[in-house]
């Protein structure tokens, strides 16, 4: 089915080590997004690429870094984990045109920082 | 900053109550957004809201928008257990950068 790709869809990080959470959509999307839910909480915002070749920060973008790899994938990086950043990471996409509608998200990947 | 503040944080309802859910923001919006999340699961799109005083309809659903494009509701008729899930609404001020409200989890008692 068409739609948005996570992987892994879980994953346990001691602190310090390094990861990048892959993120790849078959729709033709221009832009795409990376969010975090934390428990009972809303999403936020960590970084988000409104079409190839470019991306900017979110509301939340420290300790991260983001890869717009093509037009399919972005990749979201965490190069020396804390435990702050457990949560369950969302991958979103959605398309142009002259109404874009909602956004496509992915199944989620669900990190604990140890 | 760009927040959107939604309420109530829960709501506990007997099936065939109806459920309302408020979103606010502080500086007008370019349009909002409406998603539902089951337990586990990832959000949803449902509606997307543009034009001032817009007031959309999904069977036992609908979606306000404001005529300041400030604010949003949704509400339900006669809650089914199926509807038991968080629903988050979502600002959006530039064409890329979308801002989710807190979440309102509804449950549902048979």
């Known amino acids: 089915n068409a739609g948005v790709t996570q992987t892994p869809k879980f994953q346990v990080l001691k602190t310090g080590q390094s990861m990048t959470l892959q993120c790849a959509q078959d729709?033709?999307?221009?832009?795409m997004y990376w969010y975090r839910q934390d428990p009972g909480m809303g999403l936020r915002l960590i970084y988000y690429?409104?079409?190839?070749?470019?991306?900017d920060k979110g509301e939340v973008p420290n300790g991260y870094n983001v890869s717009r790899l093509n037009k399919r994938e972005f990749s979201l990086r965490l190069e020396s984990a804390a435990p702050s950043q457990t949560s369950v990471y969302f991958c979103?996409?959605?398309?142009?045109?002259?109404?874009?509608?909602?956004?496509?998200f992915g199944s989620g990947t669900r990190l604990t920082v140890v | 900053g760009q927040q959107v503040m939604q309420i109530p944080q829960y709501q506990h309802v007997q099936e065939g109550e109806d459920f309302t859910t408020y979103c606010n923001s502080s500086?007008?919006?370019?349009?909002i957004q409406w998603y539902k999340q089951r337990p586990g699961g990832h959000p949803v799109f449902l509606i997307q809201?543009?034009?001032?005083?817009e007031v959309k309809k999904q069977k036992r659903l609908t979606f306000q928008f404001g005529e300041a494009k400030k604010n949003s509701s949704l509400h339900i008729t006669a809650t089914q257990t199926t509807d038991v899930g968080t629903y988050f609404c979502?600002?959006?001020?530039?064409?890329?950068?979308?801002?989710f409200g807190s979440g309102t989890r509804l449950l549902v008692r048979p």
């Open positions: 979103a996409s959605r398309g142009g045109g002259q109404l874009p509608g909602g956004y496509t």
């Open positions: 979502a600002g959006l001020w530039s064409s890329y950068k979308l801002i």
């Open positions: 500086t007008t919006l370019s349009n």
């Open positions: 729709m033709n999307h221009n832009s």
């Open positions: 690429s409104a079409s190839e070749g470019t991306t």
């Open positions: 809201l543009v034009k001032s005083g």
